[in-house]
């Protein structure tokens, strides 16, 4: 995932409000394909996890469905009520902030409060269920990370938004999330800063270390050398 840095203009020089123009347009790209779906198949007791970066509160919505493959016909169907999903959700710090049982078609919704990268796991309650025994389940994944998971058309019907108090809320939301997308950048870039020295602090030790025991095993040779020629008479 890209960085995105705040940049602190110097000075006026040409095609500048261009460029500004056009990095406002990336930042706009980046955070419209902030959406993902996809589809999975998993079996019986399968555990299927995801890894998504999000900034603290942030809101997911998570919305899926299932299919179970149906071996008389060869293709998947939808399955039936009956056949869940459970759905575990865990913090960068492995707190588990959503654990839920669902329906074989449903939504699941958490708040971030911490940054980093969370784990969205799925599997399914199929033991109960001798329909699924030794078949697959399809599953079909769509989450929405910040302002893409509110649902603009239900906002504007119950606050009785016009398209243009509607428009100028979405921007509002839009900034807001790109100032957390920038504070996570920075938060990334503090936690990877402090890892470097560290682990440069580890090294530098480390060779000292080395250096002292080379050192250390150099004098007793020579005190071991000197010792034994003395003893040989040599010297």
């Avoid at 299919?67 to 009956?82: N, S």
Wanted: proline share 3%; net charge neutral; with cysteine.
């Amino acid at each position: 995932m890209a960085a995105v840095r705040s940049v602190r203009s110097v000075g006026a020089w040409p095609g500048a409000g261009l460029a500004g123009v056009f990095r406002a347009l990336l930042l706009l790209l980046w955070f419209a394909a902030r959406g993902s779906a996809l589809y999975f198949h998993i079996g019986e007791t399968e555990k299927k996890c995801f890894i998504e970066e999000i900034p603290d509160e942030t809101m997911v919505i998570g919305n899926y469905r299932t299919q179970l493959y149906d071996k008389q016909r060869e293709e998947y169907q939808p399955a039936t009520p009956g056949l869940g999903m459970f759905v575990e959700v865990k913090d960068p710090e492995e707190k588990v902030i959503l654990a839920r049982q669902y329906g074989s078609e449903g939504r699941f919704t958490f708040t971030s409060h911490t940054p980093g990268e969370h784990q969205i796991c799925l599997h399914s309650n199929s033991t109960k269920f001798s329909l699924f025994a030794g078949g697959m389940l399809r599953v079909h994944l769509d989450i929405q990370v910040g302002e893409h998971a509110n649902d603009y058309a239900e906002i504007a019907a119950k606050d009785k938004l016009s398209e243009l108090q509607l428009r100028v809320r979405q921007l509002v939301e839009q900034v807001e999330q790109i100032q957390k997308e920038q504070n996570y950048q920075r938060w990334r870039e503090e936690r990877f800063r402090q890892t470097s020295e560290s682990t440069n602090q580890r090294v530098l030790w480390w060779s000292i270390l080395q250096t002292l025991i080379l050192v250390a095993i150099g004098v007793w040779q020579m005190r071991h050398l000197k010792s034994f020629f003395e003893a040989k008479k040599l010297v």
